[in-house]
């Protein structure tokens, strides 16, 4: 019984190792970080130089160009790489400060479509609104009022989304059209504070699309792959071998 004991300990050790966490939830990194606003941030930063680093600021830009390919289509960084090319500094940010709007489009139409995922759905109003804090100095700089109401319209929004509590307790129900509303202010000021044709498909083509967030998998956490069920079985096998061992041992 003791080896027995062993083997399961040591096999239970060796799959929660082979399995990370990840594979049974979708992780969104740093909450309080987008990718998309930190490159922004670092290119106004080479841009705003003396003359202009275009040569870093397109390095930078690659490290999100095939995310930004897969969300939003490929022109917004042919857009972004083009201005680079023609040492355009006021394109370039422009066109950033226009995908940047998209992101935040992108964050909140993910949002409304699973908003019953408290926890996704707040991982990814945090990062919608790390990517407006990104915005907030060109917001500023027209409109300061604007801006406030713009952080106040995404508090807004988190209070919408509820909180299951702890066992209950603490718990607060969710408002899913407060959230609509909340969402349709920021969104509508936003088109219009930076010119965008539309947010449904992108300002840079009409063949914008993307899939919801919450399917887009890699592929080892995509369980929908016979193969990434094995550790899961091997590990439902080794509980149930245990279990009727012990049931056996007890009988005799």
Do not use: C
């Not at 964050?107 to 699973?114: C, K």
């Not at 088109?191 to 080892?220: I, M």
């Amino acid at each position: 019984m003791k080896r027995l004991r062993l083997f399961f300990s040591l096999s239970l050790i060796l799959i929660i190792t082979y399995i990370p966490m990840t594979a049974f939830a979708y992780s969104y990194g740093d909450p309080n970080e987008e990718k998309v606003a930190e490159v922004y941030k670092q290119m106004v930063e080479k841009l705003n130089q003396n003359p202009p680093n275009f040569a870093e600021a397109k390095t930078i830009f690659e490290t999100v160009k095939e995310e930004l390919d897969m969300h939003m289509g490929k022109e917004p960084a042919e857009a972004v790489l083009k201005a680079i090319d023609a040492k355009d500094k006021k394109a370039v940010l422009e066109d950033m400060k226009k995908i940047l709007v998209l992101n935040i489009s992108r964050r909140l139409e993910n949002i409304e479509n699973n908003f019953d995922q408290y926890d996704t759905s707040k991982r990814l109003l945090a990062k919608a609104f790390a990517t407006y804090e990104a915005l907030s100095p060109s917001v500023q700089a027209k409109d300061a009022e604007l801006d406030k109401q713009m952080k106040n319209e995404f508090d807004n929004a988190l209070q919408s989304l509820g909180n299951p509590g702890l066992f209950g307790v603490g718990k607060k129900q969710s408002n899913i059209e407060q959230f609509k509303k909340s969402k349709e202010a920021i969104l509508t000021s936003l088109q219009k504070q930076f010119g965008l044709k539309s947010l449904k498909v992108g300002h840079f083509s009409e063949s914008v699309t993307e899939k919801p967030e919450a399917v887009q998998k890699k592929e080892w956490t995509d369980l929908s792959k016979w193969k990434n069920w094995i550790p899961i079985a091997v590990l439902v096998v080794a509980i149930a071998g245990v279990a009727v061992y012990s049931l056996r041992r007890k009988r005799h």
